[in-house]
């Protein structure tokens, strides 16, 4: 018999399966099932109590203690007026035949006000024994068109809440799938078992696998909190929060899938430097910094238009000031597009230096490897 010969899988194949694996290794880990579960509910409370406690605040009735509404106002109204009134939502209409039984009405107390024939340009008077009610008045009133030139676009609660929530989701989401990359990657140099990953695979395709895995997890948990935002909005009635809200959230999650995949490479990057767990700290403090760094942006200058523009156009920030400055209706059309072409390139830039440093380190155990030494290497290389 004639031995087949076995063609290796592509690289491209072969990453496939290292980011199934690392999908398949977190889907089985009931901390992160429960963690993800946690959150989405905490974010689906958040609404919901954001929406009570504004009801309150603004005096809205809710529950079996909220007081009946007033009884309607009777109001005397001559027959020639009543095909041409306004709907009157807190009037009871008495009709009258003529001008002299209204009056007749209003001076025995029978109704509160009557509604007469004027010559003048509203073409209804109100007669009134002593004051006149003001709710009557407010219906009667013709109120002009409004246009407004510059629409707010939120007040300062909602503003500040909606750009932390981005900061704090973009920040939360990197530093849980980012470590995941980070502890990965140092316990198999710990244990060798990268040693064994390599004889089947590259090391690009092992980087690779790692960034994809990890970073459709993070993109789907993003993409599931912003799907139970928007439930939460529309189940408690908070559609103009909504409006506001839609198109950045969903620029939002554009921006994380691309900016997520600059941070993952960075993690495992720094990570391949190390082979113990103890020694991760110094190298990851710089992405650490890189990953907070957006959402103190937002958080604290999320009035100062210039620093918002300027960090939109940082790939490092740009997922989370970009959104922000669309919220804040502080952003050009084009903007969105040119900013994702800056972070594109710039994550392709890094994702290819990634996995340099990565394919240089990964296989060197004990003591941490410099990175100036790894680049040093790839100068003397080229």
């Not at 901390?31 to 009570?52: D, P, Q, R, T």
């Not at 503003?159 to 990965?184: E, K, P, S, W």
């Not at 990890?214 to 912003?226: D, F, K």
Request: glycine share 8%; with cysteine.
């Amino acid at each position: 018999m004639t031995a087949q010969h076995v063609v290796p899988p592509s690289e491209g194949r072969t990453a496939m399966l290292v980011a199934e694996r690392e999908i398949g290794a977190q889907l089985r880990s009931k901390s992160f099932i429960i963690s993800a579960v946690v959150l989405l509910l905490f974010v689906l409370g958040g609404i919901i109590a954001g929406s009570v406690l504004s009801k309150h605040h603004s005096g809205t009735p809710t529950g079996s203690g909220a007081s009946a509404p007033a009884s309607l106002m009777p109001v005397a109204v001559v027959d020639s007026l009543r095909p041409t009134l306004p709907a009157l939502p807190d009037v009871r209409v008495v009709p009258v035949s003529d001008e002299a039984a209204a009056r007749a009405d209003v001076r025995s107390g029978q109704v509160r006000a009557a509604l007469v024939p004027d010559s003048g340009p509203a073409g209804v008077r109100v007669v009134v024994k002593d004051g006149a009610p003001s709710s009557l008045v407010a219906d009667l009133t013709v109120a002009p068109a409004v246009e407004v030139l510059n629409p707010a676009t939120a007040n300062d609660g909602v503003r500040y809440i909606v750009t932390f929530g981005f900061g704090l989701v973009f920040m939360m989401a990197a530093m849980t799938f980012g470590a995941t990359i980070a502890q990965n990657t140092v316990i198999e140099k710990q244990t060798r078992v990268v040693e064994i990953l390599l004889s089947a695979a590259s090391p690009r395709s092992l980087l690779g696998g790692k960034i994809l895995g990890n970073s459709a997890l993070a993109l789907a948990e993003t993409a599931a909190i912003a799907a139970v935002a928007v439930l939460g909005l529309v189940v408690t009635g908070q559609d103009g929060v909504l409006s506001l809200v839609g198109a950045p959230m969903a620029w939002f999650v554009v921006f994380f899938a691309v900016g997520f995949v600059l941070l993952a490479a960075l993690f495992a990057a720094a990570a391949s430097l190390v082979s113990r767990v103890e020694d991760t700290g110094p190298v990851l403090q710089p992405v650490m910094m890189l990953v907070v760094l957006p959402y103190f942006i937002v958080v604290f200058g999320n009035n100062n238009q210039t620093l918002l523009r300027v960090a939109s156009y940082v790939p490092f920030c740009a997922p989370v000031a970009m959104p922000a400055r669309m919220f804040l209706g502080d952003a050009a059309w084009w903007e969105p597009l040119v900013s994702l072409v800056v972070l594109g390139a710039s994550t392709y830039a890094v994702v290819a230096l990634a996995a340099l440093v990565y394919q240089r380190s990964v296989l060197r155990m004990g003591t941490r490897v410099r990175l100036r030494e790894v680049l040093g290497r790839a100068r003397v290389a080229g």
